[in-house]
Structures are given as C-alpha cells and as structure tokens.
C-alpha cells in the first residue's frame, strides 16, 4: 500500500491512542492475576493483539468489548504444545518466553518477518541455566521445561525487555529469585513502566541499586479495572509535525507525569529550539527557528526516526549517538532512517552506532519506502510536513504494527494555509 502525503505544515488537535508498552505489561499481569480484570485501552495495535493471543494460547480468556478487553486470568495451563503467534512483536516474545517456563509450559513462539533475526540472548542462556529447553527452527522458537529460582544475571545495555519479562514472571516460582543488572542500563525508563505494573497488581519485590530480590509464589491482583494512559511513543509523530506549524499541533490524552521514557521528546524538541506548550492532559507545539542539536539515543531509541526528521529540516549538523541498537528493530533503523531522509532531500552520514544530519531548513519530498517499519513510515509522513513536495510512502500499512489509526488520524489535521 503506497500512502500520499501532500507536503506543507499541518494543524489541528487530536487524542492520542493509549501505550502499547503499558498496555503489555497490564495483558500480562491480569492473565497471571487472581480475578478478571478489565483494561481499558483506546486504540487496539498488532503488538497488543500479538500479546493477547499468546496469553490465550497459554490459558487466558481475553475478551474485547469497545475499548476495553476483559482478561480472565490463566487456571490451568494446557498440556499440550501450543503455537503462540507473536508475529513481529518483539516486546511479546521477549516478556512472554521467560513466562512459558515459569507456567512449565511446552510452546512454540511463532515469529514473523525479522523477528526470527532479532537476538534472544543472553536471555536464553540465562533461561536455559535454570530449566528451559529452548531451541530455534526458523521461524519457530520451540520452548519446553520448568524454570527455577535462583540468581539470574543479565547486562544492562542489551535489551531492557529481558529483564522486564523476567520481572514479570519470577514472582511466579516456587522458589525466591534474584535478577542482577549489570553495567549500564539503557532504556531504564522501560523498566520503571514494569516495576509501576508489578506494584499495581500488588507483587512484591525488592530493589538495591541494579539487583532485584523476588519472593516466591506470588500471584498478582490488578485493580478490577484499569485505564491504559497515552502513547508518548506515538504522540512524538504529531508533536515533531507541530515543530513545522505556526498555528501549532496540539497532542490530549497523555500523562504529564509518565513513566515512559518518550515523553522526553517535549525537552528535545525544545532543545531543537520548537515552542512547546505543555497542558494538563498533553502538550502543543509549534514552530520556531529550528537549530541543530546533539542527541543520545541510549534512553530514547524509537524516537529516533521522527528526531532526525527535525535535525533534517533544522540549520546546522545534528548528531545521533549511543543508537546500535536500532539496528536490532523492525528494520536497521539507522540504515532505514538515512535512506528515507536521503530520499527527500536531506544530507546524512550513517555511522556504526549514529548517524550525522546535515540540516538545511526544507527538505524536497519523494517517494520513500518504509521498511515495513512503522516508526520509518510515520516519520516519512511527518517529513511532509518540511518538504517542498509530495510524499509517497511505500508500505504503509506497516502502522498496524503500533498505531492503526494513524493515517486517519494524520487527515483529521488541517493543512496550515
């Protein structure tokens, strides 16, 4: 599906689909939970559908009405093998595969498109240390065996998802557990959504700088009901589109006080020199003159792609730094990003862990291809917005990843006369 975007900057205001990372994270606890619990989630993406169709395969009942999905926690766990389609949710595979062992679950994740290229370790080895038998045959990643307590050990500057899905289900084990993360942590923000989620549904841990101590044989309650907040992730599409707009876009629906680590695109894009106005339950933002600025990626890497759309139609060089690990996503985001803004005019250097962006104010439109990434589809379109031209967007359908909504929701803006 090819997606057209006409080019000048845009304005208008709209709500903002709820977190997929949190919305994760509340699937997850209300299945290992003791009572149905009802999510209310505006914007139902495939990563979260990903997730609740594993937990189902693993015994939950997870039922959808309007907004809400009503979970009914795991009873029993099937004997027998289960396929458990996780598509190209990375954050599902990762939160639930150390679960499938904690459940003494025999399973096979079934993984689409790079997914199966996407690294597991050192969370398998770990896993493996302590009961699971794990084995990969292409697509599939075949699971079986009880996992133990005991001392887990993971880095830091992996994948915070390791040790969030660890988090998640050593309370589970009949024996205590401790987790030790070592060296730096990056995407640390994640972790805290985890940590809210885990006092939310009651689990009790303790934790001394980078270790975790986890008693065993918990079980989770959730509250009855509870409300997914906003996606900062998200909102930084329309907030980055707001930087090219006198009039402004204006983003509701968000938490000004968030865990998540996104929402730090306020402070950025105030440091590209935008006008960012902040309100109770979201933010506006408007244009100013643009400048180039430095960036470390290490807490904020999905913001990445739509961030160096600014620094592209900023004035002076932009550097991205501390940013390997987007190299590991639905597509090299790296090598994706520098494609789609050299596509539409800008110039960039693409270093190993990095990337260098020349500013020149405007950008020149074009047709770019997506990746099949969401995050590089988005950001094509918010590149529209400083472009002189049209932009057309190969594999657009790639949103449903994270954000079905979102070209719906890009036409509800106004083109700024």
Request: include cysteine; glycine fraction near 8%; aromatic fraction near 4%.
């Amino acid at each position: 599906m090819i997606q057209t975007i006409r080019h000048g900057s845009l304005t208008g205001s709209l709500e903002i689909p709820c977190s997929k990372s949190v919305a994760h994270r509340l699937l997850i606890l209300a299945a290992l939970g003791t009572e149905e619990t009802e999510i209310v989630c505006r914007g139902i993406s495939r990563d979260m559908e990903a997730t609740a169709a594993c937990l189902q395969g693993l015994g939950a009942q997870i039922r959808q009405k309007g907004d809400s999905c009503f979970v009914t926690p795991i009873r029993s766990v099937p004997r027998s093998a289960r396929i458990l389609p996780c598509a190209e949710s990375g954050s599902t595979l990762r939160f639930l595969l150390p679960l499938v062992g904690a459940l003494n679950a025999k399973a096979a994740f079934y993984r689409e498109g790079r997914l199966a290229q996407r690294t597991i370790s050192p969370l398998d080895e770990q896993l493996r240390l302590h009961g699971m038998e794990i084995e990969q045959d292409g697509s599939l990643l075949i699971c079986e065996g009880q996992l133990r307590g005991g001392d887990y050990s993971l880095p830091g500057d992996v994948s915070s998802q390791f040790i969030s899905g660890l988090l998640m289900a050593l309370p589970l084990l009949a024996d205590a557990s401790s987790l030790t993360v070592s060296g730096r942590i990056e995407s640390a923000p994640y972790l805290r959504l985890t940590e809210h989620a885990l006092q939310q549904a009651g689990i009790r841990f303790d934790k001394r700088e980078q270790r975790y101590e986890i008693p065993p044989s918990q079980r989770g309650r959730l509250p009855r009901r509870v409300r997914v907040e906003g996606d900062w992730s998200n909102a930084a599409f329309f907030l980055c589109a707001g930087a090219f707009s006198s009039r402004g876009v204006r983003v509701t629906g968000l938490d000004m006080h968030s865990a998540q680590g996104d929402r730090a695109v306020l402070s950025l894009l105030r440091g590209f020199g935008a006008a960012v106005e902040e309100l109770p339950d979201g933010a506006c933002v408007r244009s100013a003159a643009l400048r180039a600025q430095e960036i470390d990626a290490a807490q904020i890497p999905d913001l990445i792609p739509v961030l160096s759309v600014v620094a592209a139609a900023a004035e002076g060089e932009s550097r991205i730094l501390n940013a390997s690990r987007l190299r590991l996503k639905e597509s090299d985001r790296l090598d994706s990003t520098a494609a789609m803004l050299r596509k539409l005019g800008a110039e960039v250097d693409e270093l190993p862990d990095g990337l260098v962006i020349r500013g020149k104010g405007r950008l020149k439109g074009g047709t770019v291809d997506s990746w099949n990434d969401h995050r590089i589809a988005m950001s094509a379109a918010v590149a529209a917005s400083a472009c002189d031209g049209d932009v057309a967007v190969k594999g657009a359908e790639s949103v449903e990843k994270s954000y079905p909504a979102f070209w719906t929701d890009l036409a509800r803006l106004e083109a700024e006369a």
